[in-house]
């Protein structure tokens, strides 16, 4: 497997070319394990490579992988080094996430997952399960945002600061993979949140939704208001659209700036310091806050170790509709979501970095097909940002379920040059792909069904599967390109 680098926007190999990644986030969220919750053997990777996917987030909790302050849980992480092994064995890329929702799973309570209950200062306050969705526990519990408050700080447990232990245990996960072919790179904090800032800049962001949907002039309230009386619940998320994100979420600016400049910037230094002690590899994940998972601006600086730059390392925005996690789902507009995804663009203009969007799309079942509109939508917004993905989340029995209809697309694999530009159109069929060919190097094109010779192209085929999929390799000639897939019915 080739090392993957950074070089400003883009990730490239070690053949120089252009790489864009297809993937999943498989997690386990459970708590006290001493396996990894799924079986990801040979035969899963082979259905995973046979769908077009390249690329796992794998999220895992500090509780799993430190139980006992010091104390790493060997038999977990053995679990974990056969998934490296697999992985590379079958060509798919790892990106490692620590990851956390709410903290902690205290003991099973709220809904949460992420720290060990040892890694808990909560000051007595304590977790409560949540009456509605998931997430309001960060509105609703202060057991969660004391627990930020006192990470944040390095406060010390057990005879160590928080962070400094954190950075204990990436220090060891980064020396136990830095070496394996199958290695992507590092999440450091999944969806990091502020703690008790946090309670303030929620409060402010309703009021500022309110009075945006009360008096901004870009939206039709007739149209609100007659969807309100109707009690029609997707005419009226469709009149809340994504042209008034930007005004209702700067009103989060100097909060969320003193957060990610103060705070959140300094733990990520932190970390990547720790890493960089023990292997060069591995490219460096900065996520945003929590917040700004909604569109609001994300302030921190890129990484640096001792004052200077971090060469590898990119961007990984989340972003979901307003109706996750709710029956209402079904009626997410992909518009907003793209409101939201612009101000991430932004940030990486800003940073000058690649983006691999870490999580997206959010289907409670994903055997259900009736959002699948939205989700093309959003594909294609990555697409035209030549952004790489992995979808939130594998549920177990993916390989076989609808959901691979949907990610499952013809796309290119690695490119021999400078992309214009490319896309699957779904209506006609049809797969571009636009760019200036270096000449020297083949680019890989992943094709999910049969298709007719490209015009003006040879190509070979380097990968078939039983499916009928394949990966192509062409080889064009210096300059300028477009090569056409069109696929039978």
Request: charged letters at 25%; a negative charge.
């Amino acid at each position: 497997m080739d090392k993957i680098r950074v070089e400003n926007l883009k990730f490239t190999d070690e053949k120089g070319r252009t790489r864009l990644f297809n993937g999943m986030n498989i997690d386990d969220k459970l708590i006290d394990r001493d396996s990894f919750r799924y079986n990801l053997d040979d035969e899963f990777f082979k259905k995973f490579r046979m769908y077009g996917l390249d690329f796992i987030r794998l999220a895992v909790t500090w509780q799993n992988l430190e139980p006992r302050a010091g104390e790493y849980n060997e038999s977990y992480l053995k679990s974990i080094d056969g998934i490296f092994e697999r992985a590379a064995k079958h060509g798919v890329y790892i990106l490692l996430d620590l990851h956390q929702d709410l903290y902690s799973g205290f003991d099973g309570v709220g809904g949460g997952d992420g720290a060990p209950g040892w890694a808990c200062m909560s000051d007595g306050l304590k977790m409560r399960n949540p009456k509605v969705v998931w997430v309001e526990g960060y509105l609703l519990c202060g057991c969660t945002r004391r627990c930020f408050d006192h990470f944040w700080a390095n406060d010390i447990t057990h005879g160590m600061g928080l962070q400094d232990r954190f950075a204990l245990l990436w220090r060891m996960l980064a020396e136990r993979y830095g070496g394996s072919p199958a290695l992507f790179g590092f999440d450091l904090l999944n969806e990091p949140f502020p703690g008790s800032p946090g309670k303030k800049m929620i409060f402010r962001l309703a009021k500022s939704a309110a009075k945006n949907i009360a008096f901004n002039g870009k939206l039709d309230r007739k149209r609100i208001i007659k969807s309100a009386v109707k009690k029609d619940m997707r005419g009226l998320l469709d009149s809340i659209d994504g042209s008034i994100v930007p005004d209702i979420m700067s009103k989060l600016d100097s909060l969320q700036a003193e957060f990610d400049i103060k705070v959140y910037s300094p733990f990520l230094n932190r970390i990547t310091k720790a890493i960089r002690e023990v292997t060069p590899n591995g490219i460096i994940m900065m996520e945003q806050s929590f917040l700004c998972n909604g569109g609001a601006r994300h302030f921190a600086p890129p990484v640096t170790v001792d004052g200077k730059r971090e060469e590898q390392q990119c961007f990984g925005p989340h972003s979901y509709d307003i109706a996750v996690d709710t029956p209402l789902y079904k009626y997410a507009n992909a518009g907003r979501v793209k409101a939201f995804f612009n101000e991430m663009r932004s940030t990486q203009l800003r940073l000058n970095v690649p983006v691999v969007v870490g999580e997206w799309g959010g289907c409670s079942d994903n055997k259900d097909t009736s959002w699948f509109g939205h989700g093309r939508e959003l594909l294609n917004y990555f697409d035209e940002n030549r952004w790489s993905q992995s979808y939130w989340d594998y549920h177990g029995d993916d390989m076989d379920a609808p959901l691979m209809d949907l990610l499952s697309r013809t796309h290119p694999v690695a490119v021999g040059g400078e992309i214009g530009s490319y896309g699957y159109d779904y209506e006609t069929d049809v797969f571009t792909l636009e760019f200036i060919s270096d000449g020297k190097n083949e680019t890989l094109i992943y094709a999910h069904k049969p298709f007719e010779a490209p015009e003006g192209f040879k190509y070979k085929t380097v990968e078939e599967y039983e499916n009928g999929a394949c990966v192509i390799a062409i080889k064009p000639a210096a300059g300028e390109c477009a090569v056409t897939l069109n696929f039978k019915n």
